[in-house]
């Protein structure tokens, strides 16, 4: 890309370097989030990267464990608007200040649609421990692998 592009008019990019930077940011697969599967998966666990925990919503958890129903969600303290780290912005403040409140009222709309249709919902920030959340994550995934089998165990 050159440096002589100019953004369109009304364009949510200050200028081209900033569009690169923002163009560069992972949406997925983030440090913290490959860390934190590192440790659940060494635990046992199998689950789903990136996916729909409902299929007719089409918004996606970082973590999704189908059969306990348990969805998984590492947000990024900027994106998310972590309430200990969250600076707002110095470059178009209007714009990224509505943008991280709209991820924030999305966020909070997912968790209502996934606990409405009895799904468990964990969020942690990407500055929390990796070990700490991996064993949140597992002892959830037992907790609610523990209530399937007694439910199953019930009806024979």
Known sequence: MSD???PPQGSWASSAARRRNMQAIRSRDTT?????RRLVHAQGLRYRVAARPLSDLRRTADMVFRPT???V???GCYWH???EHYVPPRTNPGYWSEKVARNMARDRDTDQRLQAAGWTVLRFWEHE??????GR???EVAKQRDQLHGMV????
């Open 153 to 156: 165990e019930q009806e024979e």
């Open 32 to 36: 913290p989030e490959r860390l934190i």
């Open 4 to 6: 002589n592009w100019t």
């Open 137 to 139: 994550i597992a002892a």
């Open 73 to 75: 969600f590492i947000d």
């Open 69 to 71: 129903k348990v969805a």
């Open 81 to 83: 608007g972590c309430p």
């Open 129 to 134: 421990s990796a070990t700490e959340c991996a």
